[in-house]
């Protein structure tokens, strides 16, 4: 393997790929900020006012391949969490080492990593930018 290129997380990345997601990361800090998850409509008729009440807020998926689930968001920072990025970044939980927001349905949009899918694409790159899990 080049010297300039390491595994983060389940993938191998070139430093210069390894650079610019971490500084979107440390401007943009959703999934550190946001807990988001997804349930399917029979979930939520029941349970809609209460998550409302909880402070969630709810939109429905309205097409694609998750149509019709919906995604819960709440706002809850990670106590970690500081304006220079995670305080605990050495010892982070392998979850957030893991972590890929693009491949997070109920984070995806909130996720600044689109900002490399989109500049591939600007590129007229065809191939996937290689977003397995890595963060901050
Ligand atoms: S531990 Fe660090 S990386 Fe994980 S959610 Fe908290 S601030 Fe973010
Ligand atoms: S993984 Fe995505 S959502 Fe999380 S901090 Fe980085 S850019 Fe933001």
Not at 4 to 21: D, F, L, R, S, V
Not at 62 to 71: D, L, Q, S, V
Not at 95 to 124: F, P, Q, S, V
Request: proline share 4%; with cysteine.
């Amino acid at each position: 393997m080049s010297l300039h290129k390491q595994i983060m997380g389940n993938e191998i990345m070139t430093e210069n790929e390894i650079a610019k997601k971490q500084k979107i990361c440390i401007q943009c800090q959703n999934c550190c900020k946001y807990i988001t998850f997804l349930l399917p409509a029979e979930k939520i008729n029941d349970l809609f006012d209460y998550y409302i009440k909880r402070g969630f807020t709810i939109e429905e998926i309205k097409g694609g391949p998750w149509c019709g689930y919906h995604i819960l968001e709440i706002y809850s920072p990670c106590p970690h969490l500081t304006e220079q990025g995670c305080s605990i970044y050495n010892n982070r939980p392998k979850i957030c080492r893991d972590y890929n927001g693009l491949t997070d349905i109920a984070m995806r949009e909130k996720c600044m990593w689109l900002l490399l899918e989109k500049e591939k694409e600007e590129k007229g790159l065809v191939e996937e930018f290689d977003v397995g899990g890595w963060r901050n």
